[in-house]
């Protein structure tokens, strides 16, 4: 059993090689030796870093959930406080990267996608991805509308990240047209969970 360790410069590149050639191929076709040389290192450097294949696989997986709940993270922040906007690019963002990335789908699907060997590395992690995408925006909708009720903000987000795999599972309109449609909706319930109650 390979000892869990922080990411460094050369597990990082490993890494980053093998989703390359994973996004390209499929895990499946994917050789430790393929990896060793779009990343610049021996074999023998990949096996002491990741143990085995299922090692490198579970470091991918890892890797491609921080990577996406980061970048959605991103999006939210970069329209300061224009909550719309913020919504419209997190939405926009996720349903792209879905589309075009066989590993992101199989994460917030937990369906077929991309790869049989890897995907139960990758839907073992759908629950966490979908708790830190919400938790991502009710923490960015808690800054943005002070005094919200903490529990209809968590309903709000918990219903738009549902919505929104949901349209990744089965698209009905191009992905600017739903991120659109989702972001109106997200302010909706966003701003009722600052309405006073009656």
């Not at 926009?92 to 790869?115: C, D, F, M, Q």
């Not at 191009?174 to 109650?197: C, K, M, N």
């Amino acid at each position: 059993m390979i000892e869990q360790r922080g990411p460094t410069p050369v597990r990082t590149g490993i890494v980053d090689a093998a989703r390359s050639l994973t996004v390209a191929t499929g895990w499946d076709g994917v050789r430790m030796g393929a990896v060793a040389n779009a990343a610049g290192v021996s074999r023998q450097t990949v096996y002491n870093e990741f143990g085995s294949k299922a090692g490198l696989a579970e470091a991918l997986a890892r890797a491609e959930v921080d990577r996406f709940v980061g970048a959605v993270r991103a999006a939210l922040l970069a329209h300061g406080t224009d909550v719309r906007a913020g919504a419209y690019a997190a939405i926009a963002h996720t349903l792209t990267t879905a589309a075009e990335n066989p590993l992101v789908k199989a994460i917030l699907t937990s369906t077929r996608g991309g790869s049989d060997e890897l995907l139960p590395y990758l839907t073992t992690r759908a629950e966490v991805v979908l708790n830190e995408a919400s938790g991502a925006l009710v923490e960015w909708a808690d800054d943005h509308l002070p005094g919200a009720d903490q529990a209809a903000l968590a309903f709000a987000a918990d219903t738009i990240v549902r919505l929104v795999v949901s349209h990744i599972v089965l698209p009905r309109s191009p992905i600017d047209h739903t991120a659109e449609a989702l972001a109106d909706l997200a302010v909706r319930l966003f701003s009722a969970a600052v309405r006073p109650a009656p």
